[in-house]
């Protein structure tokens, strides 16, 4: 499974923006998709998962501000952002799980200014 992010860039406090991530390769076997984050000097968090179902689970810095979505004829996965908050600068990382693998794409840059 390979990932592809799409999306990153700068944006005011309190503005929105949309993370997409597409995956390729043996994309039939994906289960859970998500997006992590990673600020500088700190670990890579979570931000939100969604399942091939569509079940949901957000962070809870997330929570109320972010959607995630999926669109697995393609398949896709989608982080609309809303009321960001410079606290939300990192780098995104779209995940793909498939069984016991973790995949990962190549990471893509969010800039929030004050």
């Known amino acids: 499974v390979q990932l592809q992010a799409y999306g990153g860039g700068l944006v005011q406090a309190g503005g929105f923006w949309r993370l997409s991530c597409a995956a390729s390769g043996s994309t039939f076997s994906i289960n859970d998709m998500g997006w992590f984050r990673q600020a500088p000097g700190k670990q890579r968090e979570l931000v939100a998962v969604i399942s091939s179902g569509g079940n949901t689970n957000y962070a809870n810095s997330a929570k109320g501000r972010f959607t995630i979505s999926r669109d697995n004829a393609k398949p896709i996965v989608f982080l609309q952002m809303n009321s960001l908050k410079p606290e939300d600068t990192a780098v995104y990382y779209c995940?793909?799980?498939?069984?016991?693998?973790?995949?990962w794409g190549q990471g893509t840059q969010v800039t929030v200014s004050s």
């Open positions: 995940n793909a799980k498939v069984r016991a693998l973790d995949y």
